[in-house]
C-alpha cells in the first residue's frame, strides 16, 4: 500500500463539538418545526358540497371552584375523588365528587356531592348530596358505571369509636330515578 501524499486533514475527524453543533442545530430545526406547521382545526377541505362538523360533546362539570355545602372554618377543602358520567340520562355528563375539610389531624368525614352543568352555562352546581359529612363517613372507593354511582363508605358501629379507625364498611350505589338519586345496598354489602 502506498502511503497517502497528502498530510491528514483537522476536519475530517468528528470531535465531541462537532456533535454538539450537529445536535443543537437539529433541536432548532425541530423546534421551528413544530411553531410553523398549519393549523388543521381551521382547514377546510376544497369544494366539500355543505358537510357537517358533528356536535361537540359536553365536558363535565369541573369541581374546582364550586361552593359545597362544607364548612371548613380555616383549612381548604379536598377534592378527594371524582367520577363523571351521565347520570341522569339526558345526554350530559354530571361529575359526582367525594369531599372533604383538609384537617390537620385525624380522619375527617367525606361528603359524596352530585355537580352538574347547564348548557351555556359557566359555573357548575351542586345538585345533590349523596352522603353528608354529618354522617361520619368515609369514602374508600369511588366510580360512576353505567349510570350509577357506586361507593364503599366507611363508617363506624357507635360513637366511641375512634376517627381514626372505621369498623363498618358498606357498598351503595345511587341511581337516578324519578327525579331523585335513589340509594341501593347489596344485602350482603356490609359488614362490621
Known amino acids: 500500500m502506498q502511503p497517502s501524499a497528502v498530510p ?8 465531541p463539538i ?3 453543533a450537529t445536535a443543537t442545530a437539529v433541536a432548532g430545526v425541530v423546534a421551528l418545526s413544530s411553531v410553523l406547521q398549519p393549523d388543521h382545526a381551521t382547514a377546510a377541505a376544497p369544494d366539500a358540497p355543505h358537510t357537517r362538523s358533528a356536535p361537540a360533546k359536553a365536558l363535565p362539570p369541573d369541581p374546582d371552584g364550586v361552593e359545597f355545602p362544607l364548612d371548613c372554618g380555616p383549612v381548604k377543602l379536598v377534592v378527594k375523588k371524582q367520577a363523571s358520567g351521565d347520570l341522569d340520562g339526558d345526554g350530559r355528563p354530571e361529575t359526582a365528587v367525594a369531599v372533604h375539610c383538609d384537617a390537620p389531624m385525624g380522619t375527617p368525614p367525606d361528603g359524596v356531592y352530585v355537580l352538574t352543568q347547564a348548557a351555556g352555562s359557566a359555573e357548575p352546581r351542586v345538585v345533590a348530596t349523596l352522603v353528608d359529612p354529618k354522617d361520619r363517613t368515609n369514602v374508600d372507593d369511588f366510580a360512576v358505571r353505567g349510570g350509577d354511582v357506586t361507593a364503599t363508605l366507611l363508617g363506624y358501629s357507635s360513637a366511641d369509636v375512634p376517627s381514626c379507625c372505621p369498623d363498618v364498611r358498606e357498598t351503595v350505589k345511587w341511581r337516578w330515578d324519578n327525579g331523585a338519586f335513589v340509594r341501593s345496598t347489596p344485602s350482603d354489602a356490609r359488614s362490621v
Open 18 to 20: 462537532h456533535w454538539m
Open 8 to 15: 491528514e486533514l483537522a476536519h475530517t475527524h468528528a470531535r
